[in-house]
């Protein structure tokens, strides 16, 4: 059973569903789940509450704050760490919940929310089981392998001149998320984010826009989530990474994954960072489920 929600979070609103496993007697484990950069929702997160549903797991999926159908303003503007606390929230109102057993919460992400289930799982005890899919490790280091060497420093100008431009009143400037041309501005300049976006948008996501602020790019080159990677243990942690992922480039997410400590578990899929959520997702949902299943079971 889905049934829409609202979790306040410092003064807005995040909006969501709650799916709740049918016929269950007792209290139910809880999972809760947040999208990638920019994504929302509707971007296929309902197929994974659904294996969870399905497996007598409870799961909270929510629209990121300024995203979707979640409050929060400047819209479009991604900050990671407002985010991680956004997560944390969203665990305070799941353990509330009629239904719920507290002391058995898991924590999933992908891509960008990838790397948060990595801080979260760190940093968060109440959390007892971590699936971090195709993630983001390190923000800086992606952006070397993104952005042209000769046009990191015009990019730094562009943030600098934001900055003042906001400082003096100005409303945030705005790049795409993905372009068609390989050379255009965007915030996730590869082909394949260009297909999956704008295909998936169309699809199943209206509310999707391609736009993000500009400062949300100066602040993924200083999230550095990975970092936290040796401090999940002795929470359990599943990662799975794509080995063709050149957009949270899968070289990073396997070196995070050896310095992670036991117990830990690595998925590795044969293909690109999207096909986890469609070409791959039966192989994706199903460990992630089964990881859930067998470190929040009773």
Known sequence: MRREV????????????????????????????????SAVKEMYLDRYAEVFSAARMAALVFDN??????????????????????????????????????????????????????????????????????PLVSGSQNLKRLVRADMAAPMRAQFDADREAR??????????????????????????????????GKSRAPSWRNEVTLRTVEMLGEYEPGSYIERIS????LMIIADGDHLAVADEAFAAYNRALEPKRLLVLKGGHFDAYVKDF?????????????????
């Open 282 to 298: 039966e192989a994706s949902s199903s460990a992630a489920c089964a990881w859930f299943a067998t470190h929040l079971g009773k």
């Open 167 to 200: 400082f003096g009143g100005a409303a945030p400037m705005m790049i795409p998320v993905v372009s068609e041309d390989p050379l255009g501005p965007a915030a996730l300049p590869t082909a394949d984010s260009w297909s999956w976006f704008v295909d998936t």
């Open 6 to 37: 609202e979790i306040k979070a410092e003064g807005i609103k995040l909006r969501g569903w709650m799916y709740v496993p049918d016929r269950v007697s007792g209290a139910v484990p809880a999972i809760v789940m947040a999208h990638g950069f």
């Open 234 to 237: 002795p929470t359990p942690l």
């Open 65 to 134: 704050r300024n995203f979707g159908a979640s409050e929060g303003e400047p819209r479009q503007e991604i900050d990671p760490w407002q985010q991680v606390r956004d997560y944390r929230h969203a665990i305070t109102w799941v353990s509330q919940q009629p239904g719920i057993d507290r002391a058995r919460i898991g924590v999933w992400g992908s891509s960008y929310s990838g790397g948060h289930a990595l801080v979260l799982g760190a940093i968060d005890r109440r959390i007892k089981c971590v699936v971090s899919q195709v």
